[in-house]
Every structure is written in C-alpha cells, then in structure tokens.
C-alpha cells in the first residue's frame, strides 16, 4: 500500500455516473480498464513514483481517483522552469491535465455519456491552491491604481488566510519547507507602502493597516512553516 500519510494530494478526478452494469462490474472495469492508463500518464506528466488513489461508492457509481505526491519532486521532474513562480504554473497545467484524462477514462471504462453523467469534478489539489495564491501575490506586487489602499490591505489579510491553510494541508516536511520559503521571497516583493487608487482620496488613512497587514503576512509564514514541520515529524 502506498505511504499516503506524508504525501499530498496533486489532483483528483471526482465522477458520478448513473450506469446499467451493477456495482461490482463498474467498479472492475474502472480498475481494469482506467486505472492503468491514469497511472501511466500521472507518471509520465508528474513524476515515476506519483501514487495513484482509488475510492468508490454506490448511488449508481461514485468514483474518486487522487494522485499523490510530493511538489518539491514533481518540481524537479519539470525541466528548464526559471523560478518557483513558472514551475507551479506548470505543473498547474501538468495536475489539470492528469485529472481531466482521469475523469474520461473513468467515464469511458463505465460507458457513460449524457444523462448518465450525473456529476464530474477536476480537483487540483495543494498545486491549485498554491496557484491561486501565488496570483494573488502576483496581484499585490502590481500595487494597482485602480485599487484603493483599504482594498490592498483586506487582500493581504486573505493572502494570509489561504496561506495558513495551505501549509495545514501540506502533508511534507520537505514541501512545507519549499513552499513557505519560497512564498516568503515573493511576498517580500510585495511594496512595503501601497500607492493610493486613482479614486482613493481616504487611502492614507489606511496605509497604516496596510502595513501591518504585510508585516502580520510575513510573520504568520515563518511561524506557520515552523509549526507544521514541528508536527509532521512528531508523527515519523
């Protein structure tokens, strides 16, 4: 059985289909017929030793297919990315893909099309959620115009937020360390004084919670960092 425990969730196909064949016949074709062909491509747009994750329930056919792994190897896996930035955008596209060929060959292997798809999902895991942020970051460092300074500062507030609960699902040492140093850097970046809006004419007054906000940022990273590492080696 595969070591799931310190290993993240890179992406996952959710379907659920309403097919003729009863459980037991639906459940064999996906592990004969799919699963194989999604492993093969997990391996081939992650990494050699992605794990492949296989869960189902009736109500006709519910079907979970996750890809496990880590990001500082899947990194590594992906060749000539200039920075950390251009390396999760990558491998972004490279979980997106490997779950949508999950979700179709887990609906071919059933047989089901139209009506009888009740439900799919493409889930991207830790990878999206870092994607997200980092745009997010990308978005603060713009220190746009057309943003008002109060504005700046509730969306580190957010930035701040999702960052806690990524390092809370991070399920690695080694990419908690990777990515809470990495996020560090770039949030550095992020303008020490905001430039008030173009329509901010009360935006200095809120400079001062803008600050802090950055600096509460910075903090909560180096203490996140060190708190889940402290506890994923408590549990070795």
């Known amino acids: 059985m595969a070591d799931y425990i310190r290993t993240n969730i890179l992406c996952q196909a959710y379907v659920h289909a309403e097919v003729d ?11 004969n017929n799919a699963l194989p062909l999604i492993a093969t491509r997990a391996k081939f747009f992650l990494y050699e030793d992605a794990e492949l994750g296989f869960e189902s329930e009736q109500g006709s056919v519910k079907s979970r297919i996750t890809v496990f792994g880590t990001i500082l190897v899947a990194l590594q896996a992906i060749s000539n990315y200039k920075d950390f930035r251009e390396g999760i955008s990558l491998l972004y596209d490279d979980v997106r893909r490997v779950a949508e060929v999950a979700s179709t060959e887990t609906l071919f292997a059933l047989k089901a099309r139209g009506q009888e798809i009740k439900r799919v999902e493409i889930r991207t895991g830790i990878v999206g959620q870092l994607h997200r942020i980092l745009r997010s970051i ?18 580190l507030e957010k930035i701040r937020t999702e960052i806690l609960t990524l390092i809370d699902n991070i399920n690695n040492a080694d990419d908690v360390a990777l990515v809470a140093d990495e996020l560090y850097l770039l949030v ?24 802090d906000n950055r600096k509460a940022l910075l903090s909560s990273l180096k203490q996140a960092k060190a708190a889940r590492i402290k506890a994923l080696r408590s549990k070795n």
Do not use: H
């Not at 064949?21 to 592990?31: G, K, M, R, S, Y």
């Not at 809006?197 to 935006?203: A, E, T």
């Open 138 to 155: 990308d978005a603060a460092q713009a220190d746009s115009l057309d943003q008002g300074v109060k504005g700046k500062a509730e969306d």
């Open 21 to 31: 064949e009863n459980f037991a016949l639906a459940v064999a074709a996906i592990q």
């Open 188 to 211: 550095e970046e992020i303008p020490d004084y905001p430039t008030p809006g173009r329509k901010d004419p009360n935006g200095s007054n809120f400079i001062p919670l803008y600050r």
